[in-house]
Structures are given as structure tokens and as C-alpha cells.
């Protein structure tokens, strides 16, 4: 079992930056990836990041590439997602994820609001 935490999460205008953390613990030895996702009302959970966890390569979704950087701190099994240059449709609520090779695992997610 891998448990994730999520935090940073909170009203934002349009234009600002956010750091969220999500920080694992358990079997985290069994991870090998991590990503953020994100679900906004009436919408689908969609990719928004992820990152190899023993390597560093990332990925981004392209609506968020040039704005958002994913990184981690493996001393800390903790991830984060800068986010900058934050717009209106950013607004959801964002969701950690830990792959291993038998599951997935989720946070219980964080609200990031951006208001215009």
C-alpha cells in the first residue's frame, strides 16, 4: 500500500503561482511513477504531469507545458507541481498519483481555484 497526501491548494487570482505537495509514504520503494491529474466540474480526470521517479523524465498535458514544472524530492517521497501563470480554466481539483507495478494509487486531492 502507498498512501499520498496532497496540499497547497487555495484561491488564486489569474496570473498567480502555486505550489502543491503530495507526499508519499508506505511501500514507497515500489513506485515508479508519479503524476498530477486534475477533475473540473463536469469534466473528466485528465493528466496534468507526471514524472519517472527513479530517472526524473516528465510529461506534461499541452495546455499546461511552459507553465506548470513538475519535480520531486525522492530524500522525501514528496512531489510537487509549481503552478505559474495560473488561468480561470486551471480551476479544479488536483490529484496525486502513485504507479507501481501491481496499482494505482490516489490522493484525496486538492482544490485549486483561479478566479478572473
Known amino acids: 500500500q502507498v498512501q499520498l497526501v496532497e496540499s497547497g491548494g487555495r484561491l488564486v487570482h489569474a496570473g498567480g503561482s502555486l505550489r502543491l505537495s503530495c507526499a508519499a509514504s508506505?511501500?514507497?520503494?515500489?513506485?515508479?511513477?508519479m503524476g498530477w491529474y486534475r477533475q473540473a466540474p463536469g469534466k473528466e480526470r485528465e493528466l496534468v504531469a507526471r514524472?519517472?521517479?527513479?530517472?526524473?523524465?516528465?510529461n506534461y498535458a499541452d495546455s499546461v507545458k511552459g507553465r506548470f514544472t513538475i519535480s520531486r524530492d525522492a530524500a522525501k517521497n514528496t512531489v510537487y507541481l509549481y503552478l505559474n501563470s495560473l488561468k480561470p480554466e486551471d480551476t479544479a481539483i488536483y490529484y496525486c498519483?502513485?504507479?507501481?507495478?501491481?496499482?494505482?494509487?490516489w490522493g484525496q486531492g486538492t482544490q485549486v481555484t483561479v478566479s478572473s
Open positions: 498519483k502513485a504507479a507501481t507495478g501491481w496499482n494505482n494509487y
Open positions: 508506505g511501500r514507497t520503494f515500489s513506485v515508479y511513477e
Open positions: 514524472i519517472n521517479w527513479s530517472g526524473g523524465t516528465t
